[in-house]
């Protein structure tokens, strides 16, 4: 656990011996950069403009991308690992309103998505047209409308397709009953990326339950399968990827009882187990935060699937694997601390 210097850590994102934490902090965000060695944990090494919330890196890992405010600040990741004051390279600005945050984007690098949490809405933009222009033109090209609180979003493997969560479906949404009360589910949104790089309006396919607010969400490594945290569940959701446009009515296809209030996730192990950030956020009595392992295997069977539990700081909230595949780093929000994991010889 190493101290994060200067606000919360919302989001980390990872590249070769280098990690990138985006902080909530007063009287602005910031970015926290850390060196890491891998034989100790990361170190903080510089402190730069340009946070927020939640974070993504294109691929080949050239630029880092951030939600924030409305929309998503651009970062050299070479400028940034030298703690240049240049690192930021401008902003992708969408319509008015707040509450940008998570941040995903198109395996060609060509396009970024960004959750308007208070907007009810994705923005989509034109990321290669921003940047050819030096950011004269924000690349805007419109927005996908969602049900309420959208956060995760993750684009599948061959870029097909962007899954989303919102945690409150739209109206008449199928409620749950979870302790006692009977809360709407949110929803699991299935939309067609090739469509929303022109015409993001009408680009969603279809749109699920998906358990009680829903905040997360990645894909299997081949892109069959989808999993999606549901943080008032308390549970972690698998839906099949092929019979989400196809079969809904048989596209769950497991279900893990994790730890309180899931948020972050992860496929560690070459996709063998799944850690989950059981955050606590709520302070439940007799609750704690930690990290869930689950054995995907298992999930997938039907079976009890709940390995154990990590140690944890307080509020785990997002999580990157190092390239290696090796570390799991977690930012761990109100104790304000990054978190190393060894994920390689998990039981």
């Not at 985006?22 to 402190?47: E, I, N």
């Not at 009953?177 to 469509?195: K, S, Y």
């Not at 015409?199 to 990645?218: E, K, M, W, Y």
């Not at 990290?291 to 039907?302: E, H, P, T």
Request: charged letters at 15%; glycine letters at 12%; proline letters at 7%.
């Amino acid at each position: 656990m190493v101290p994060v210097p200067g606000g919360s850590p919302f989001a980390v994102a990872a590249t070769d011996g280098w990690s990138f934490v985006s902080m909530v902090g007063s009287p602005r965000t910031s970015l926290a950069v850390f060196r890491d060695s891998g034989a100790s944990p990361p170190k903080p090494v510089h402190r730069l403009p340009g946070g927020g919330l939640g974070v993504t890196l294109t691929p080949h890992g050239r630029y880092l991308l951030v939600a924030n405010g409305s929309g998503i600040t651009v970062v050299s990741v070479a400028l940034a690992e030298r703690g240049s004051s240049r690192a930021v390279l401008g902003m992708l600005s969408g319509t008015r309103g707040g509450g940008a945050i998570e941040v995903a984007v198109t395996p060609d690098g060509r396009f970024a998505f960004v959750s308007i949490e208070y907007g009810a809405r994705i923005d989509v933009f034109n990321l290669q047209r921003a940047l050819a222009s030096g950011f004269r033109t924000s690349g805007y090209v419109g927005a996908i409308r969602t049900g309420l609180a959208p956060v995760g979003m993750a684009v599948s493997p061959d870029g097909r397709w962007l899954y989303a969560t919102s945690e409150v479906g739209g109206p008449g949404a199928i409620r749950q009953v979870i302790a006692g009360r009977r809360l709407p589910q949110g929803t699991l949104m299935i939309v067609n990326v090739r469509q929303a790089e022109s015409d993001p309006a009408h680009a969603t396919v279809a749109s699920l339950p998906a358990g009680c607010q829903p905040v997360r969400v990645i894909t299997s490594a081949d892109g069959k399968v989808v999993w999606v945290t549901a943080r008032a569940s308390d549970e972690v959701l698998g839906y099949s990827a092929a019979a989400l446009t196809s079969d809904p009515a048989h596209v769950l296809i497991a279900r893990a009882a994790v730890g309180s209030a899931p948020v972050g996730i992860a496929l560690v192990d070459g996709g063998r187990m799944m850690v989950v950030a059981d955050s606590d956020r709520f302070n439940i009595p007799h609750q704690t935060a930690n990290l869930a392992v689950v054995n995907v295997a298992d999930a997938l069977a039907g079976r009890p699937a709940l390995v154990g539990y990590l140690p944890a700081g307080g509020f785990p909230r997002d999580m990157a694997l190092s390239p290696g595949g090796r570390t799991l780093l977690v930012a761990d929000f109100t104790s304000g601390q990054l978190e190393s994991v060894d994920v390689a010889n998990l039981p």
